[in-house]
């Protein structure tokens, strides 16, 4: 099935995870992948932390957009970023409502955290409103809105919390532009038509059972349609690990050292404890949590350029175009808690 059937099944996409699983790097090539398929892609980061704009070259992200990735000559889309902080949306709410000057006596005065701890959930939603409002600039297609939005949303359990805000603040507010901004927030976050949030784990126990957690946390407590998840960190699997050193030595006409056949047989052996791993996790997952995964190979490199993230980005468009269903799921579309563990 054609890839471009995910990037336009939503216009946004919320990419989530434990701290850690490289849903930053996920975000990353999510829009490389669909900057290849002719979208032009805006991530917004959220928590300000990533080393995003390091992979391409760049200095940190801030409130105004720059350009990653230019548009190629295959007719590829660009590959844009920015950030957003709950200070810069309150203060371009208020000078769009012709409050300039309180909003910038209002940050300077530290008053946005007093105001945060009176109404939990509040500077969420100014970022959430934000994001929302670069949505529907992608719906109506207004002049250099991009193609679809990617979310490097927070780590997993802020994750919850983040997106949860919204209905939060829709019952505890029931009047006034508060209740209207979460409302409209909602709206966008339970419509699979404008919204969908990709969940990136590690084939490793722990990740899992946070991931699945977290799935039914967002389909329960939030409304959100789920998309693929993505696992992240996969070993490639290797044949004639059970070959002994010595012997394969020897067939191929050399000798080893003192010590290096030991620390070969000792390496493969890692390698296919990690191999069973890997494919157990990924059982349980599939198991767990019915949803489509694309794999996303472990890259040797301590620090990832544009080059790895070309290749995390064939990864994804090749995933994508080996899955049965793309569609998101609906909000009842997998099995109920009671199937998770821990």
């Not at 997106?163 to 532009?177: E, I, T, W």
């Not at 012997?247 to 990690?274: I, K, V």
Request: aromatic share 4%.
């Amino acid at each position: 099935m054609d890839p471009a059937q995910f990037f336009t099944a939503s216009r946004l996409a919320i990419v989530a995870g434990k701290g850690g699983v490289g849903k930053t790097t996920v975000s990353a090539a999510l829009a490389l992948a669909a900057a290849r398929s002719g979208f032009t892609t805006l991530i917004v980061e959220v928590e300000g932390k990533s080393g995003l704009a390091a992979a391409f070259g760049e200095p940190p992200l801030a409130y105004d957009e720059i350009l990653l990735s230019p548009a190629g000559r295959r007719g590829d889309g660009e590959v844009r970023a920015r950030a957003l902080t709950s200070d810069d949306a309150l203060l371009e709410y208020l000078q769009d409502h012709g409050m300039a000057r309180l909003s910038k006596r209002l940050v300077a005065s530290g008053m946005l955290d007093v105001v945060a701890t009176a109404v939990p959930g509040i500077k969420d939603i100014l970022v959430l409103g934000k994001v929302k409002q670069l949505e529907r600039a992608v719906a109506r297609g207004e002049p250099g809105a991009p193609d679809l939005l990617v979310l490097d949303a927070p780590a997993a359990g802020h994750a919850i919390t983040f997106l949860q805000s919204a209905r939060g603040l829709v019952d505890a507010v029931k009047v006034g532009p508060i209740n209207n901004q979460a409302s409209d927030v909602l709206e966008l976050l339970t419509d699979p038509a404008r919204c969908q949030v990709v969940l990136v784990t590690l084939p490793e126990e722990t990740p899992v059972n946070e991931l699945v957690e977290t799935a039914y946390s967002l389909e329960d407590k939030v409304g959100v349609s789920l998309g693929p998840v993505v696992v992240n960190g996969l070993y490639p699997e290797l044949a004639g690990l059970d070959t002994d050193p010595d012997a394969a030595a020897a067939a191929a006409g050399t000798n080893l050292r003192s010590g290096e056949a030991a620390a070969l047989a000792a390496a493969a052996d890692f390698r296919r404890h990690r191999m069973a791993l890997q494919r157990h996790q990924l059982e349980r997952l599939e198991e767990l949590l019915p949803l489509p995964q694309l794999r996303l190979p472990y890259l040797f490199n301590p620090a990832l350029g544009v080059a790895d993230l070309e290749r995390l980005a064939t990864c994804v468009l090749n995933g994508l175009a080996a899955t049965l269903h793309l569609a998101p799921s609906a909000p009842s579309a997998v099995a109920g808690p009671g199937a998770a563990e821990g």
